[in-house]
C-alpha cells in the first residue's frame, strides 16, 4: 500500500534536488559525484561481504518452496530493453518497481526543466505527497512488533536455531561491510582527496557518528554535522550546502545494507543470482538507497523494486525488520560519516574556485 507511492514521491523530489544543482557549478556537481562515487563501491562491498559470509551459514529450508518461485535469469540485453516501461500506470499495478522507478527518473528529470512556478509546483506536491506517506509508514512501524512475529514465527517453527544463527552471521557480516566501507573508501577519499588524515576526521567527527549512531536519522544529526565542519576548518558557503543536501540524499551505508540484505534473501530463498539479475539490483539499490526516507527501517522498506527485480518474495523483508535495530544504528552512523566525508572533500577540491 506505502511502498510504491512513497518510492515514487521521495524519487522524484530526489532527483529533483539533484537537477537544481547545475546551478551551483562545479560545487555542486563534485557533491553529487562523490555520492554516487561512495554509493556505488558499497553496493559492491555489501554484495561480496554477504557473499563471503553465506558459507558460515547452516543450511535451512526456504521458507516459500524453490518451485514457487520465478527464478529465470534474466539476460543483460533483456534486462536493458525492458528497462523502460512502456505503461508506467500498468508497471505500478503489477509491483514492477524499477521501471517504474526509471520512469519517475525522467519525468524529475524533465520537470527540472521546466520554468520555477511549474517546477515548484510539481516538486512541492511530491514533497507534500512523501511526507504524507512517511507519516503513514511509521503509523504502520508501530504495528511492527505484531506483523513480525507474525512473519518470523512460522520461518522460526520451520527452521529452527539454524535461521538464528543465520541472521547473527547477517548482522556481523553488515556491520563488517560498513566498518570495511569507511576503511576502504571513505576514509582514503578524505585523506588523499581531501587532504585530511584518517586520524585527524575521526577525532573530529565523534560526535557526528555518535549522534548518527543513536538518533539513526542523518537530519537529526545535521546541527551537530554542521558544528563539526566548521571545528574542520571547512568553507561555510559550502558545507551548508552540502550536508543538508547530503542528508537528503546521501545513503552509501543503507546502500551496503541493501546490497548484503539481497545477497543473504536470495540465498535464503533459494534464487540463483545471475549477471542480469545483479545488474538489475544494483541500479534498483543505487536508484532506492540515495532517496531513503528518514523514519525508521526506510532502508528496508525502499528495498523492495530489488527484490522484486530478483524475484525475492518481499515477505523476507518481515524477517529483517525483526532484527534491524543493531544494522540500523551503523548503518546510519555510516552515512553521516560520509556526509562528513563529501564535504571535506568537495571543500578541498574546490579550495581555489572563486568566491560567489
Not at 70 to 86: C, E, K
Not at 139 to 150: C, N
Not at 200 to 210: C, K
Request: overall charge neutral; aromatic content about 8%.
Amino acid at each position: 500500500m506505502v511502498v510504491i507511492p512513497l518510492v515514487a514521491a521521495v524519487v522524484f523530489v530526489g532527483v529533483g534536488r539533484i537537477g537544481d544543482l547545475r546551478k551551483l557549478g562545479r560545487l555542486g556537481g563534485l557533491a553529487v559525484g562523490f555520492f554516487w562515487a561512495t554509493t556505488l563501491p558499497a553496493i559492491l562491498i555489501g554484495m561480496g561481504v554477504m557473499g563471503f559470509a553465506l558459507t558460515f551459514t547452516a543450511p535451512v529450508a526456504p521458507p516459500t518452496p524453490v518451485a514457487e518461485l520465478d527464478a529465470t535469469g534474466v539476460g543483460i540485453v533483456d534486462f536493458l530493453v525492458n528497462l523502460v516501461p512502456r505503461n508506467p500506470v500498468q508497471v505500478a499495478a503489477d509491483g514492477a518497481l524499477l521501471s517504474l522507478l526509471i520512469f519517475v527518473v525522467l519525468l524529475a528529470a524533465a520537470t527540472t526543466t521546466l520554468p520555477s512556478e511549474k517546477q515548484r509546483t510539481l516538486t512541492s506536491f511530491a514533497e507534500a505527497l512523501g511526507d504524507a506517506l512517511t507519516k503513514l509508514m511509521s503509523w504502520i512501524l508501530w504495528t511492527a512488533p505484531v506483523g513480525v512475529f507474525g512473519l518470523a514465527a512460522p520461518v522460526i517453527a520451520k527452521t529452527g536455531a539454524a535461521m538464528l544463527q543465520n541472521l547473527a552471521v547477517f548482522i556481523v557480516a553488515v556491520v563488517v561491510g560498513l566498518f570495511l566501507l569507511k576503511g576502504l573508501v571513505l576514509l582514503p577519499l578524505v585523506w588523499f582527496l581531501g587532504g585530511v588524515p584518517p586520524g585527524r576526521f575521526i577525532r573530529a567527527t565523534v560526535g557526528t557518528y555518535t549522534v548518527g549512531f543513536t538518533t539513526t536519522t542523518s537530519v537529526g544529526t545535521l546541527p551537530m554535522m554542521l558544528q563539526e565542519a566548521k571545528k574542520l576548518g571547512l568553507s561555510e558557503r559550502k558545507y551548508t550546502l552540502i550536508l543538508p543536501l547530503a542528508a537528503s540524499i546521501n545513503r552509501p551505508g543503507s546502500a551496503l545494507f541493501q546490497s548484503a540484505s539481497l545477497v543473504f534473501l536470495a540465498a535464503m530463498y533459494g534464487v540463483p543470482l545471475d549477471a542480469g539479475l545483479i545488474a538489475a539490483a544494483v541500479l534498483a539499490i543505487f536508484l532506492a538507497a540515495m532517496t531513503v526516507a528518514p523514519v525508521p527501517s526506510a532502508s528496508i522498506v525502499s528495498m523492495a523494486p530489488a527484490l522484486d527485480v530478483v524475484g525475492v518474495p518481499i515477505a523476507g523483508l518481515g524477517i529483517l525488520l525483526g532484527i534491524d535495530r543493531v544494522p540500523d544504528v551503523f548503518r546510519s552512523a555510516a552515512n553521516v560519516i560520509a556526509h562528513m566525508c563529501a564535504a571535506t572533500t568537495v571543500d578541498t577540491m574546490t579550495r581555489g574556485d572563486a568566491e560567489e
